[in-house]
């Protein structure tokens, strides 16, 4: 698409809105806390408010939960919990913006962010994991988002860790040093000081080398099972958590990926850190037409 593009990447904590041009640069980005109880409002004061700088007609809207991408509704957000998902849907923020509205997951618009303008390559098929808020997935196979009537890769919803123990969502994500805080009744917010802390003596630290050894664990298991969903050659790994724990991380899931022995994944798999930040998302859009090959939705006005 050469006219101007709207992205907006609603967050469990953050949307961010941005202009976007076809070589995924990212301008005109306006971010502010997400109001749950009045979040299709919000978004489409941001939309008009974007529109009327840019001369933008059509705007391309990740959301943190399953999207069916041809009725343009929102199905399931669990990092929305105070949001009426019924406002969230591509009939009512166009009615409220007068834009056109493409709706899309969040990760599958990262992911097309990484495979197409960073860290990923899309003649191969580029798998991308996310570790932020939550535990999220997409992929990208020859340039095509793969991707059905519902956005796919639902993966943080799986107990990969035993069935006695929490799905990955809570696991592998923002949600575990939450858990870690309770326990020890005391606020660890960022990977730093959850290191910091696992590196002392005594029962919280051994709950911090706990909570550390679960966020590995939980990175592996959907990397894993990422490469055999969709014979990846490249896996990128983003999201705020992700990008936290760094090269550590990665050396972690490129040695658990080689271990052909116990994760049987018989091919390489080049392991890479997400190179767009929170960008990743806002720059997918761009690339949302070529990697679908349509709006993918309905007439707006029809329900399918």
């Known amino acids: 698409m050469s006219s101007p593009l709207i992205a907006v990447d609603i967050g469990g904590t953050t949307v961010r809105v941005g202009a976007v041009s076809p070589d995924g640069t990212v301008t005109d980005i306006h971010r502010e806390p997400v109001n749950p109880l009045s979040c299709r409002d919000q978004v489409a ?23 069916h991408h041809v009725r343009g509704e929102v199905g399931r957000a669990r990092n929305l919990p105070g949001t009426p998902l019924d406002t969230l849907s591509a009939l009512s923020l166009r009615r409220e913006s007068g834009l056109e509205i493409t709706l899309a997951g969040d990760t599958e618009l990262a992911a097309l962010g990484e495979t197409y303008f960073g860290a990923g390559e899309s003649t191969v098929t580029t798998a991308y994991l996310t570790l932020s808020t939550g535990v999220g997935a997409a992929a990208v196979s020859g340039g095509t988002l793969l991707a059905g009537l519902q956005s796919g890769f639902q993966i943080g919803f799986l107990p990969l860790l035993g069935t006695d123990r929490p799905m990955v969502d809570v696991l592998g994500s923002g949600q575990r040093l939450h858990l870690l805080s309770r326990e020890i009744r005391r606020e660890v917010r960022t990977v730093v000081e959850l290191e910091d802390l696992a590196r002392g003596e005594g029962p919280a630290a051994a709950a911090a080398r706990s909570a550390r050894a679960d ?40 040695a658990a990926l080689a271990d052909e022995a116990t994760h049987h994944v018989g091919w390489p798999v080049s392991v890479r850190g ?26 707006v006005t029809s329900k399918g």
């Open 45 to 67: 004061r941001l939309l008009r408010g974007a529109a009327t700088r840019s001369g933008a007609e059509r705007a391309v809207i990740g959301v943190p939960g399953r999207v």
């Open 215 to 254: 966020l590995s664990a939980a990175a592996i298991a959907c990397a894993v099972l990422l490469c055999h969903s969709t014979s990846a050659e490249v896996l990128v790994i983003g999201g705020g958590l992700g990008r936290a724990l760094g090269a550590p991380l990665l050396e972690e899931v490129s």
């Open 274 to 299: 997400a190179a767009l930040g929170d960008d990743a998302g806002l720059a997918g859009a761009a690339a949302w037409f070529k990697a679908t090959g349509s709006p993918l939705h309905l007439p």
